[in-house]
Each structure stands twice: as structure tokens, then as C-alpha cells.
């Protein structure tokens, strides 16, 4: 580093910040600041620059997405904070007996607020920041470990390499969902089924089939996008006290956050939004299954807190089962 002119350093500095920005624009606010041929001579210059200075290479680098070694196995690593998953109601009678159930709990809260949130149908992904710098992300697993994907989901452009804040957390947790586009998901099949092999039954299986895959250059290939719902500043001592105030957060430092969110005072009002998107879900470009209901309440999820394996302040309500037009029906259909 010591012989390096410090003109290189500070240029490398300010490409990847530049590029870093421009990506999380396009990618994350679908609201792209830089032309496409701006930000490829950017890159290629970034690119000449660490080639000719590889100790300058860091990890939050545009260039280091796509690493090029392959994993033979995926390591199991232990979750800094367990993955829950989440009690079900099949329909609104069930909803208001969980709605009960917790009310019991607390000797009935007058004032409270659900946050209602698209259920995306795709694979749980947990990943770990530290000083802003995404360090490893890992499968859901069995919620206490899971495996160490980190190279596969540093392929996908709307998880940011580096937090997109000037003072972030020593250490932030981020869950999420990965998942497929209807698109891809319909791009890949037809692509398979070219090449003789056997078609993904839905987005949710060949988002978990390619996130397994142990060659990032194909992981890389496959628009996999992902969309954050939970954040944990780690030491729990932060000014977030809501879940709503979490998914504003989790936009404001780099992350896609479903813009389908809305709190509602009661469960009436949760209702009418339960049937819209019931109907209207359809018309979205990527599976859901339901919706989530969560206490908006930090301090009223801290003071319900989990049974052996959910969280009594959230709730999926799941649509029934459905259908995915597939490759092969269509087949079937001709
Ligand atoms: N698939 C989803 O879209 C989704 C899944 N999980 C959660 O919340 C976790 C947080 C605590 C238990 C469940 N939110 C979601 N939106």
C-alpha cells in the first residue's frame, strides 16, 4: 500500500463509490442516475486500476460480485439471532382468534398497529454487515444454522456489498427474501427444457435450486432479486421502535424493500387489504403466498415474544395453493 500514489487510491475510492451508488439507483430505485455506457467505462476503469493494484481490491467492490472460485460444499454456520418462521391462519376467523390469543396475553392493549406485508414466496436469506461491509449470508436452514451462500447471494445486484450510509452499525442483521420474477423464473425453464433437463416446479424451488448451485457464474446468470423485511442493529441499542420504522431504514441503507407494506389500527381495515391483494396478487411480477401480519410494536413483540418456533406478534395468512403455468402445461396444452 505504501508505494501506491495516493492519486490511485483516492480514484479507486471514489469509482467504487460511484458505482456503488449508480447500482443501488438502478437496481433498488428502479431509478437509474448514470447511463449504462458511463457506468461501464467506470467499471472498466475501476477493473484496469485493481489489476494493475490488487491490494487495493476490496470486498464491497462492483468488481468482486461475481467471485470465480467454486465451492465444493456449502459450510453450516450458526445464525447471529435464530430465523423464525411464522404461525399460519387460513383465513379471517383464524386471524382473529391469533388476534385473541395475543390480546389475552397483554390484558387487552388498547392502542396497537399491525403492519401488513406481501408474503413473497421465495427462499428466507439471512445476511450479516459489519462497519457497512456485507461479511456472509446464509440459507434459512433450521432457523439456529444455516449455509454459508455469501458468494451466490453477492451476485445479486439489489443486495448491497457495502450499507449505502456514512456512519453504519458495528453489526447489522438483515432477513430477507430471494426469490425469482415470474419472468426469469419462465426464461430459466424454457432454458432447461432446451437442454433436456428437468423444469423447476415453481419460483420458490428454482430460487432454492440456484441458490444451492456451487457456481456463482450461474447463480449470476439468473436475475435473482431480493426483497428485505427485518432488520437487528447489533448491540440492541437503537432508535428503531417499529416494524415500519425498520423497512424505512432498511430503503434508506441500500435495500429493496416490498413497497406493498401498510399499517392498519385494526383488524377490519387489515381485512380489506387481505382481499385486495387476494384478487390483485396476479398481476404482481413474482409469487406471493399470503400476507404477513406483524405488531408494529417493538415493545409489544418484546412482551409477546416466541413459542418454540414462531413469534406470537406475526402471522401469515396464506392464500390457498395455486397453480404455476409451467413450460410443461403449456406443452401439454399444444
Ligand atoms: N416471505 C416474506 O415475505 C416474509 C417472511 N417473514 C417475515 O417476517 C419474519 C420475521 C419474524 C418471523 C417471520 N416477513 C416477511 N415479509
Redo the contacts with the bound molecule.
Sequence with gaps: MNNIPIEIITRIIDLKKQLQKASYAYYVLDNPIMEDSVYDQLYRELLTLENQYPSLITPDSPTQRVGDKLSNQFSSIPHNIP????DNAFNFAELKEWENRWQRQLNNVPEFAYVC??????S?IALTYENGILVRGLTRGDGVTGEDITNNLRTIRSIPLRLQIDNPPEVLEV?G?AFLPLDEFTRINEEREKLGENLFANPRNATAGTLRQLDPNIVSARKLQF?A??AHILPENNNLDTQEQVLKYLTEIGFLV?PNYQVFNNLQAVKKYLDYWEKNRHNLPYM?DGV?I?INSFSLQNQLGFTQK??RW?I?LKYPAEEVPTVVERIIVN
Design positions: 430465523l423464525y418462521s411464522l406485508e406481501l408474503k413473497i414466496d421465495g428466507a432477513r427474501e426483497f423485511y427485518n416490498n406471493t404477513v406483524k414462531f413469534p406475526a401469515a
